[in-house]
Nanobody
Framework: QVQPVESGGGLVQPGGSLRLSCAAA????????IGWFRQAPGKEREAVSSISAVDSRTYYSDSVKGRFTISRDNAKNAVYLQMNGLKPEDTAVYYC????????????????????WGQGTQVTVSS
């Protein structure tokens, strides 16, 4: 059973930065699509970003484009989500998920394509 594990969440002031990490024991993440999703209280889950397996092509939602950066460190078997310029509306539980699907610009945000999900890490942006 693949079990992604997120870390790096916390409380940060507006305008601040956090870096989330996604790791998974027993698998090599570079062979998987990795997606980041978030869910705020009372809201539906929202796709944030994704990175493809073969060429590490990246995708972002309009709400985070230009502020968040997804990347891989294959040597550490990890995927990161660098979040800069955080806003109160970024407050949510952030989840990473793995996929073996062939994703593209029109499909990366579809949660149904992701097979295994982590337990989430809380990000709170508040002064």
């Amino acid at each position: 059973q693949v079990q992604p594990v997120e870390s790096g969440g916390g409380l940060v002031q507006p305008g601040g930065s956090l870096r989330l990490s996604c790791a998974a024991a027993g698998i090599t993440l570079e062979y998987y699509v990795i997606g980041w999703f978030r869910q705020a209280p009372g809201k539906e889950r929202e796709a944030v970003s994704s990175i493809s397996a073969v060429d590490s092509r990246t995708y972002y939602s309009d709400s985070v484009k230009g502020r968040f950066t997804i990347s891989r460190d294959n040597a550490k078997n990890a995927v990161y989500l660098q979040m800069n310029g955080l806003k109160p509306e970024d407050t949510a539980v952030y989840y990473c998920a793995t996929s073996t699907a062939s994703i593209g610009g029109s499909s990366w945000s579809r949660g149904i394509l992701y097979d295994y999900w982590g337990q989430g890490t809380q990000v709170t942006v508040s002064s």
